[in-house]
């Protein structure tokens, strides 16, 4: 299957005229994954035996055309619990966990009859820019395989965008959807903090994370989480703000929209290149008709130390969860019961998550708790007061997602606080529960460079109108990467 | 404010995690190096801010107390390293070596 022909809708059709099963369709992905993994090294697990089972029933049973994913194979990130079907957060602490029961997005997703054909390399437990601390591969850029892919999302990215899956879900904690979609030249968002259900989510940062679909174009992105948004009794921060069709207003008009630059997300530290493809993006948004403005968010250059206070924080109160006791890793020689929780843990948890666990519950510890944990929660609002002030005149943000586009891997991994820069476009956005999404807006030396919009809470509606707005009055989004001289 | 070896031993201990010598060695630096990062927040005026530790705009959902079957003790023992008559088996919480 070449999904760089289709999008959703074009695949529907085949579907509906029969002009493909679904089981055909499922077969050709998987042989399509295995070939091109051999460059790309997206996935963890593949889903081959039960998704051809579904793919047989769902034949059997025959089509339903009002349904958009009806038969869909997708990837899911492999922090999202797979009822029967390994997860593993890409740690050794969970390598051979093998859930007993569905995320609320996998609920939702089988509802849809879309097909989980495998799980998605990630940073463990999410922690990561780079997908470098996945315990089991390093997966590559899909446009170049001496790059990253980004992260932690970045099995999900590159699966999409070397055209192993047409989508995939990935989480966002501090730019986990949003920067490896850019690096990888596709549309990621991640949805209003409550508008999708958490339940099911191996958690990293609950007051932080979501999830959200990765897709080659804004209308398929815009589909899948039509699926997945809603109001879950599991989850009591999922919100019970109606769930608009996000497709309604993907109708290219975008006159008089107000949109705002901050900035500081075009300032120092954002390469040349970068800021040229921003530049190029207003003059589009202009000629559609928007009305561009500079503005000021003056504390989003704390975003990073108040995210990685408040994450690490979260981090090591939800990863106390991993004990050795009802699943994953159990230590071996072991004398005692406190022997089983430290070896297990310390057996189990790669050095990035030592590392964020390690900070967190510094930061929560007597003594440090007002100066570090307080602290970052009180700038965390004057983050939030930015925001609003902006939102007040404006409909939406623009700038660039990442400051450079796909660094080398094995470049930036030994020196965490490099790595942790590379966030400091997008921690804002979550540390404010906004929507936001990355799509391609250039490339420099054939890495493409991503184009972030952010909208007010509960407006994905705006977000997408304005993304799909400029993916029609461009091209970036038609280019492919190439494999063995071919796409 | 750096931190030494000693005080991440501290937070090891409190994280239940355990490091070697080397490994203290490479965390204390870079620990080190993070935390010096995050101090730039003190140069941020926060008087009278309040702390912003949710974004839900739910607060206290309530939910019918109706009993519902919960998952079996079968299908919870699945995932559990080592357990015997439907109970998870742990080592003594003594360590072993004083008992005898």
Known sequence: MDYFKYDLAGLHELLVKKELSVSELVKETIVNIKKRDNDVAAFLTLNEEEALRQAEELDRKGFDKDNPLFGIPLGIKDNIVTKNLRTTAASKILENFDPIYNATVMDKLQAAAAITIGKTNMDEFAMGGSTENSAFKVTKNAWDQTKVPGGSSGGSAAAVASGEVIAALGTDTGGSIRQPASFNGIVGVKPTYGRVSRYGIIAFASSLDQVGPLTRSVKDNALVLNAISGLDPHDSTSSKQAVPDFTAKLDGNIKNMRIAVPKEFIGKGVATEVKEAIKKAITTFEKLGAVVDEVSLPHSKYGIPVYYIIASSEASSNLQRFDGIRYGHRAQDVKNLEDVYVKSRSEGFGDEVKRRIMLGTFSLSAGTYDAFFKKAAQVRTLICRDFEHVFADYDLILGPTTPTPAFGIGEDVKDPITMYLNDILTVPVNLAGLPGMSLPAGSSNGLPIGLQLIANRFDEETMYRAGYAFEQATDFHKEVPTFGGQN | ?100
């Open chain 2, 1 to 100: 404010m750096a931190i030494n070896a000693n005080e991440v031993e501290h937070v090891a201990k409190l994280a239940k995690l355990a490091f070697s010598k080397d490994e203290l060695q490479k965390f204390t630096g870079q620990l080190g190096e993070i935390i010096e990062m995050v101090q730039q927040l003190s140069d941020v005026d926060t008087e009278n801010v309040p702390v912003t530790t949710h974004i839900s705009n739910s607060q206290g959902v309530m939910r019918e107390d109706k009993a519902v079957p919960g998952t079996s003790r079968d299908l919870l023992m699945e995932n559990v390293p080592q357990h015997q008559d439907g109970y998870i088996k742990v080592p003594a919480i003594i360590d072993e070596s004083e008992e005898a």
